[in-house]
């Protein structure tokens, strides 16, 4: 995944008025911008290479899991042409101003390896993905220096292990019915990225509480505890049992703080309830093991940086996702995405301000472009930019958003607008 970032010369133009910005104390008010957050805080607004580049059979490119999945052999020699595409890429983005921020593993990997050995299930992946990183510390790693290993692997895990909804599809019954090392040139930081929401218990309730703090474990500690504590959280270990693979002393030591920042996409507020007759005991799955009910609401908000925060010893973050849905044929008045950039932003300065360690943000998403989960296709998208599918050429012309964020981002002050008549907040996708 590609995160473009506001250019350096942008940042330094805000500089000397961001620090005061920062020390000033008190909430912010009906205005917003740039300089209402620390100097060097990155901004950016997010793709991902699957999602838009298209070209799907071209250039030696071969089928990912996600070919397959949506019905649209990864080893071996590298492909010069897709080396080819990357470092034109990564060179036109500098050459704009434009430093890239890239995620190696979204979800999509080479089919080959999922016939060959199961991917993902199989311990021969490490190998496998420790080559084709160096590849990309080698071939990238002079001009890329922020990079993500993986893009939410605890949702990954849950949609394409346990339910089916993702590549490589596999479940099954009675929950589903399915078919099926730095280089020399790195010297960068490199992290990884998970799905987040921000739970809330439905009611006051002893139960309902004690049901969030499972969510919590079973959805970020699963990923999380490991890389800060060495350990899976207490809770999923007594419920889990013998599903959950045990560490060694070694491996304990190796995981904490194996990571030099941690990304998070977050779209939406979960409410959650107790409900441990949520499946019988003989039928345990994650969600069966989680013995809550969730219910999605929307309107995301920054309360789960206070939660990573409290709970991780206040790591670097990097948001990488986090948007607003509305209808692809929306062309160009958005006004309800950024009344909801406008809101989050104000709330992430306040975040900053009260001591999250949180570095930067990028917008989901650049551009129209495919969603793979949550209704997914081309009818729904979060991009700043509409994309005229009907043309030939793909035209893209800014809509409203776009527009804002370009100003903010200038440092232009702007009143945050009033709420629409009857406007919510949209439900994530991934």
């Known amino acids: 995944m590609t995160r473009l970032r506001l ?130 510390f080698r071939e990238f790693g002079d001009r890329v220096t922020n990079w993500t290993t993986l893009n939410e692997p605890n949702a990954f895990a849950l ?3 346990d339910v089916g909804f993702a590549p490589p599809g596999r479940c099954s019954e009675p929950f589903g019915n399915c078919s099926n090392g730095d280089s020399e040139k790195q010297h960068g930081i490199i992290g990884m990225n998970i799905f987040i929401y921000d739970f809330v218990p439905l009611t006051n309730s002893m139960e309902d509480t004690t049901a969030t703090e499972r969510a919590k474990a079973f959805y970020a500690g699963w990923f999380l505890d490991p890389l800060y504590h060495g350990e899976y959280p207490d809770i999923m270990k007594k419920i889990v049992g013998s599903k959950l693979p045990k560490f060694s002393i070694k491996q304990s030591k190796q995981l904490i703080n194996s990571v030099d920042f941690l990304g998070v996409n977050y ?28 219910m999605y609401m929307s309107n995301s908000t920054t309360r789960v940086l206070e939660y990573l925060k409290q709970s991780y010893g206040n790591p670097p973050i990097y948001i990488h996702e986090n948007g607003y849905a509305m209808k692809q044929d929306v062309v160009f008045d958005d006004g309800p995405r950024v009344e909801f950039l406008s809101e989050h932003l104000r709330s992430l300065a306040d975040s900053v301000r009260n001591g999250s360690n949180t570095k930067g943000y990028f917008v989901w998403s650049l551009m129209d472009l495919y969603e793979l989960l949550g209704g997914g296709g081309l009818g729904t998208t979060y991009g700043l930019y509409y994309v005229d599918f009907a043309d030939k050429d793909l035209k893209r012309y800014p809509r409203r958003s776009a527009l804002w964020y370009a100003d903010f981002l200038k440092g232009r002050s702007g009143v945050i607008p009033a709420r629409a008549s009857g406007s919510s907040l949209a439900v994530s996708s991934v």
């Not at 890239?100 to 990997?109: G, S």
């Not at 939406?268 to 309830?273: F, N, Q």
Request: hydrophobic content about 40%.
């Open 267 to 294: 779209y939406s507020i979960m409410y959650v309830k107790d409900d441990p007759q949520s499946a019988p005991s003989n039928e345990r799955d994650f969600l069966a093991d989680l013995s809550a009910k969730t």
């Open 159 to 161: 949609l394409g292990y």
């Open 7 to 136: 250019p350096r010369a942008a940042l330094l133009l805000v500089a000397a008025t961001a620090a005061a910005a920062a020390a000033s104390s008190g909430e912010l008010g009906g205005v917003l911008s740039r300089d209402d957050f620390p100097e060097g805080f990155v901004f950016g607004a997010g793709t991902s290479a699957y999602q838009w580049e298209g070209a799907a059979a071209e250039d030696g490119r071969s089928p990912s899991v996600w070919d397959t999945f949506a019905h649209a052999d990864g080893r071996g020699e590298v492909n010069p042409k897709g080396l080819e595409y990357y470092n034109n890429l990564i060179n036109e983005l500098l050459d704009h101003g434009i430093e890239p921020h890239v995620t190696l593993f979204q979800y999509d990997l080479p089919q080959v390896l999922e016939d060959e050995y199961n991917g993902w299930l199989s311990p021969q992946i490490i190998d496998d993905f420790t080559a084709y990183s160096d590849v990309c």
